[in-house]
């Protein structure tokens, strides 16, 4: 019988009992593939810590006192710390987390010889993973998911190490076509860029009746859900502003960020504050339900890769209203998934009271994300993997 396909997966990007949401697809991918009887995976989730006295603020006391090694959701996971600099190590991370974690990843080299890096976010992980790889002598593969092209792709010095991982990992993958697009034009070679899309649980994201639902949540009209971090570049503020123009609905943001006082300020001087709900962390079987439960789905970003808040909107069979980022017109190729709209409240009053005068069949909506599953995408990264490792 031939041994299964060892597997380091390597994640900056990944869920905590500190953040339990954060990175929650890249576990989800990681455990489909770990369930494959083909593969045997080991995670690495670098933590990067900042030096005292920052290291005494709250959010770094609860990523130290992270278990070093533990089972996660039935992952076998181990949560290396390194050095972070907030705001000026950001082109040094990829040196600092390889130096942390060379000697743990050298001690399960030795005990099980890996086949691979997987790596699930590109920067700073994918530049890591190359100088791993180079003293592991075994090939390493990356996955884009858009900000780690985008925002740090900007930075030259940043840009440089991801064009030089690029080149020599095995195999890329991108979360989109227009992701794809984006890491050409950045100077990737193109034929090396598979298109990766996200997974979906078909089980949990589904229709409910939705108004029983709001019922449930004690609203009668419209009701908005917007999900994703509350940082500028998602935008919130703007759908925070287009509720001045629906006075019966009610406005539910699910994620929490850096922007939330802000916001909350916003709302405040609008008018509308008891009209939006402020949701925080929202568990993710929790936020199927409150999904379902909205009339439309609005995430108006500045950039995306193809957000996985999108295609679980769908799968709800909720409308969404989006902007034109990342993979949208690969999701809502027609009026029954929503809108793609300039980010603007103008164009996002315009579609949401088109959506709400002719809403589409809840069905009609689901089915435009029918393609999208856990076991496709399972399949599909470990027949990359497999290839990228010499082993098919």
Known sequence: MTRPLNILTLSTLFPNVSAPNFGIFVERQTAELASRPETSVTVINPVGIAPWPLRKLAPYQALDALAEHEEWRGLDVYRPRFKLIPK??????????ADAILPLVKTLHEKAPFDLIDTEFFYP??????????????????KARGADIHHWGSDPKCRDQILQAAEQASAVLAVSEALKQDMIALGIDGSKIAIHYTGLDQDRFVPVDRVAAKQVLGVNGPLFISTGALIPRKNQDLVIRAMTSFPDAKLMLAGQGEAE???????????????????????HEQLAQLTAAADIAILVSRSEGLANAWVEALACGTPVIISEAGGARELVTSAVAGRIVDPNVEAIVEAAKAILADPPGQDMV???VSRFSWKNNGDQLLAILQQAAGKT
């Open 125 to 142: 992980d994918g530049a890591a993973a190359m100088r791993l790889a180079t003293a592991l002598a075994i090939p390493f593969t990356i």
């Open 88 to 97: 000026i190590s950001g082109a040094s991370n990829p040196q600092r987390i």
């Open 261 to 283: 006082q802000n916001y909350r300020m916003l709302a405040n001087q609008l008018g509308v504050a008891d009209r939006i709900r402020f949701l925080g962390s929202v568990p």
């Open 366 to 368: 689901r089915s435009s």
